[in-house]
């Protein structure tokens, strides 16, 4: 059962930040399994559970590679070549696709936030095209605008768009053309943690979050299965 995460655990990765080797990871990795792998576990299970009730199939799989990130970065593909992770993601992905590619349920934590998202965060290529020919309908546009408006009315945060050039196909004086500026489509909510953090509050709290963003993550979720794969 998810009691909240220790009292260490923020300062844990502060320290990570501070000393960004392998060599000293290796030499505190019982410090990480028990602060942060172990309680992550235990939180996929506790919050999946709750996010059932919103989505009764969801992937929720407290091991590394399903719900939780490995803590090595795959420095090959990233601009930042420190081999750590200081920043913590939990992932809930709905539907049968890969979980980057799947709209899901996150929440992300570092020592100096907390950070609860739905939807995609990037898309890929197959995914942007979906995504483009699926907003080519008005009634999809119409929808998606309506939610990011109630969305941000409840004071969530959405990305920037992406590009300032129109995809072609669409044009500035369509209803809400704005929408195919994107490269992905989520929302999210930024908290600094408190003691909530360090207790089972943490799951009433990403829930609140999370079913009242549901409709975009209902959205976001029927445009991905419209996708054709490239693979």
């Not at 309908?137 to 590009?163: C, F, M, N, V």
């Amino acid at each position: 059962m998810f009691h909240g995460f220790p009292k260490k655990s923020l300062e844990f990765l502060d320290s990570i930040a501070s000393n960004n080797t392998k060599e000293w990871f290796e030499l505190h990795k019982e410090e990480y399994v028990r602060l942060i792998l172990e309680p992550s576990r235990s939180l996929v299970v506790e919050l999946g559970e709750h996010i059932q009730a919103l989505v009764p199939t969801i992937n929720a799989i407290p091991k590394v590679n399903g719900s939780l990130f490995r803590i090595y970065r795959d420095t090959r593909f990233s601009k930042n070549k420190t081999p750590i992770k200081s920043r913590i993601g939990v992932i809930f992905w709905q539907g049968h696709a890969k979980r980057m590619s799947s709209s899901s349920f996150y929440l992300q934590f570092e020592p100096g936030a907390i950070m609860f998202a739905v939807g995609i965060r990037t898309f890929k290529r197959d995914l942007l095209a979906a995504y483009r020919l699926y907003i080519k309908e008005e009634r999809h546009r119409d929808e998606l605008h309506d939610i990011l408006e109630t969305i941000r009315a409840k004071g969530y945060s959405l990305p920037e768009p992406r590009y300032k050039r129109y995809p072609k196909g669409f044009a500035k004086d369509m209803p809400h053309s704005y929408l195919a500026l994107f490269d992905a489509m989520y929302a999210f909510k930024v908290i600094s943690p408190d003691e909530r953090f360090f207790s089972e509050e943490l799951v009433l709290d990403a829930y609140r979050v999370y079913e009242d963003m549901f409709d975009l993550q209902q959205w976001v979720y029927e445009m991905t299965l419209t996708v054709v794969s490239e693979d």
